[in-house]
């Protein structure tokens, strides 16, 4: 594997992303119906939210129009949510979705593997660049809190650039930073389409992070090169940067 430069996903990759969303949700919905005048019921409106979050995300262009601006989308998906209870709140809503966010922060963690791999490579002097979609105050405040930008030669925020993965533009403006070649280099994510197809058809190695060991979905179109829980698996490559 002749890689000298690492493109990195940041949300569920290197960041524990998805950890905590549903304690959140019930803890922003319990604190913020205690205190409205409406009797809402907090656990009713936690299965209504649940349901709504599925339909939201689920529309790729909906998907794509609205993570660069979260707080603004979890404002709607609470509004939708109440909505479908037929308890429509939107003062109410834009205090959940703030909650939510609050709690959100808070929780977030750099996997335990992360800083481990990101300094060892940095120590190599690798090349790096960080790719990732969404809401750039987000994501910056992600980086900003975590310290991450002394990692990264490249830092890449869909926000800030103007558009996202899968486009080609994206991993192209990464490279081209990092001076490589697509051949040269290695993406390492947790999404198969945006951290592995899509960069494979450029011609990089496409490493699909499977950090609960779920593995390939049944009939899956894509194949990564390397399958991989843990950051610590790309020690091969590590080693091989010695060279």
């Not at 922003?28 to 205690?34: D, I, K, L, V, Y």
């Not at 037929?86 to 800083?115: Q, T």
């Not at 609960?212 to 399958?227: D, F, K, N, T």
Request: negative net charge.
């Amino acid at each position: 594997m002749n890689v000298k430069a690492l493109l990195f996903d940041l949300d569920d990759t290197l960041l524990d992303y998805s950890g905590g969303v549903d304690r959140s949700w019930t803890e922003a919905c319990t604190s913020c119906c205690a205190e409205a005048p409406d009797g809402i019921d907090p656990a009713t409106l936690v299965a209504a939210i649940a349901e709504t979050r599925r339909w939201f995300w689920d529309d790729p262009v909906r998907h794509r129009r609205e993570r660069v601006n979260m707080l603004g989308a979890w404002e709607h998906i609470v509004e939708f949510a109440l909505e479908r209870l037929g308890r429509p709140a939107p003062d109410l809503a834009a205090a959940i979705a703030r909650d939510y966010a609050a709690r959100r922060r808070a929780v977030m963690r750099l996997f335990p593997d992360s800083l481990a791999c990101l300094m060892e490579l940095r120590r190599r002097g690798i090349p790096l660049a960080l790719v990732t979609n969404g809401d750039a105050s987000q994501q910056r405040y992600k980086i900003e809190r975590h310290d991450l930008a002394r990692f990264f030669d490249a830092i890449v925020i869909e926000g800030e650039f103007g558009v996202g993965k899968p486009d080609e533009a994206v991993y192209r403006h990464a490279l081209k930073t990092l001076g490589m070649t697509p051949g040269e280099a290695l993406m390492v994510g947790d999404h198969l389409e945006w951290d592995v197809a899509a960069p494979q058809r450029l011609g990089l190695t496409g490493v699909w992070m499977d950090r609960g060991g779920l593995g390939l979905p049944h009939g899956s179109a894509v194949q990564p090169h390397r399958i991989i829980r843990s950051l610590d698996e790309l020690r091969g490559v590590r080693e091989l940067a010695r060279s």
